[in-house]
């Protein structure tokens, strides 16, 4: 079936760097994306969402951009920060239906 | 504050019994609910669509006798995690989408464990 996921499982930087995570997927009929923070013991935490008519999603410290051609999603996040480290969810959903989350990338921020 | 309720936050059980977890929208009518489920380091799996007033839809794989769901109001979902094993042991999580504003939200999460 169709899924979400992402090219990388982890991404370490250091603090100050810049962090790129990104997403792949596969349902081109999907029309809402969200990127979820999520800390250990928590739940989902919203970070910055983007509709399918956008292409560019500026928040603070973060940027989200799609590209819809190539169906993928990509999180930015400036100046990255040691509260920053957290797994990173991309999820999509289509016309209101669930959220379909995608496998997760672990960013680890060293000082 | 929390705009989607779930509890409990935690919850231990032995194998056998019967847990309740319930998910609640605490300003805002919610007729459909999601109930997600997720193991340690992987990502959150949607278990089931709850509708209010009629049956959950659930997903493949998920057995739907073993996953009881009840939305009986506006406000509230039940899950019922039936004669559970320590295999059910996870971190459920609910969400709703506040239609008005657009966005979903998520429920703080129940961990379980089944001993």
């Known amino acids: 079936g169709e899924s979400v996921g992402l090219h990388l499982p982890t991404l370490s930087v250091q603090e100050g760097d810049n962090s790129i995570i990104n997403c792949a997927y596969s349902n081109s009929a999907s029309d809402y994306f969200i990127w979820y923070k999520q800390e250990s013991g928590k739940g989902p935490q919203f970070i910055i969402d983007i509709r399918s008519n956008m292409d560019k999603r500026q928040g603070q410290r973060v940027t989200v951009l799609l590209n819809k051609t190539v169906k993928h999603l990509s999180l930015q996040i400036a100046a990255t920060q040691p509260g920053d480290s957290a797994v990173y969810f991309c999820?999509?959903?289509?016309?209101?239906?669930?959220?379909?989350f995608g496998k997760g990338t672990t960013l680890s921020v060293s000082s | 504050g929390a705009v989607v309720s779930q509890h409990p936050s935690w919850v231990i059980c032995k194998s056998g019994t019967s847990v309740k977890i319930e998910c609640r929208s605490l300003d805002f009518q919610a007729t459909t609910m999601f109930w997600y489920r997720q193991f340690p380091k992987q990502s959150l799996m949607l278990m089931a669509t709850?509708?209010?007033?009629?049956?959950?839809?659930?997903e493949q794989g998920v057995e739907k006798d073993k996953f009881l769901i009840n939305h009986a109001s506006l406000t509230l979902s039940t899950l019922t995690v039936t004669s559970a094993h320590p295999e059910d042991s996870s971190f459920y999580i609910c969400?709703?989408?506040?239609?008005?504003?657009?966005?979903?939200?998520f429920g703080e999460g129940s961990w379980l464990t089944v001993v």
């Open positions: 999820a999509e959903s289509q016309a209101g239906t669930a959220l379909i």
């Open positions: 969400s709703a989408p506040r239609h008005s504003g657009n966005t979903i939200y």
């Open positions: 709850s509708n209010e007033g009629s049956k959950a839809t659930y």
